[in-house]
């Protein structure tokens, strides 16, 4: 398995914008899919979005589309999460998870739904 580190969670204002950062370690990076997941107080985990081992797919949930963009470095070993517009329901501690494997679209969603590796996660708290 790899190992996640998450980071750049804070409290920012709504529409304001928040860098997320995810550095992997121990295994190869790739070519695992690597993906974000959130989890708001007393609510279940869900997916926000996942990127594909050579970048060149990504594949989001709908409440994120054009507020939200999945990046990686693999030289870096890191997945950055860019969320602008940020409302109050974006509040949550974010995880990060891979999972290896080649994938493209929901077929990285599939792929990560499945992941043994998880991060600790960061808080993100947007004010109203």
């Known amino acids: 398995q790899v190992q996640l580190v998450e980071s750049g969670g804070g409290l920012v204002q709504a529409g304001g914008s928040l860098i997320l950062s995810c550095a992997a370690s121990?295994?190869?990076?790739?070519?695992?899919?690597i993906g974000w997941f959130r989890q708001a107080p007393g609510k279940e985990r869900v997916f926000v979005a996942v990127?594909?081992?050579?970048?060149?797919?990504?594949y989001y949930v709908d409440s994120v589309k054009g507020r939200f963009t999945i990046s990686r470095d693999n030289a870096k070993n890191t997945v950055y999460l860019q969320m602008n517009s940020l409302k109050p329901e974006d509040t949550a501690v974010y995880y990060c998870?891979?999972?290896?494997?080649?994938?493209?679209?929901?077929?990285?969603?599939?792929?990560?739904?499945?992941?043994?590796?998880w991060g600790q996660g960061t808080q993100v708290t947007v004010s109203s």
């Open positions: 121990g295994r190869r990076f790739s070519p695992y899919a």
């Open positions: 998870a891979a999972d290896q494997g080649y994938c493209s679209g929901y077929g990285c969603y599939a792929l990560l739904r499945g992941s043994g590796s």
């Open positions: 990127i594909n081992w050579s970048g060149d797919s990504t």
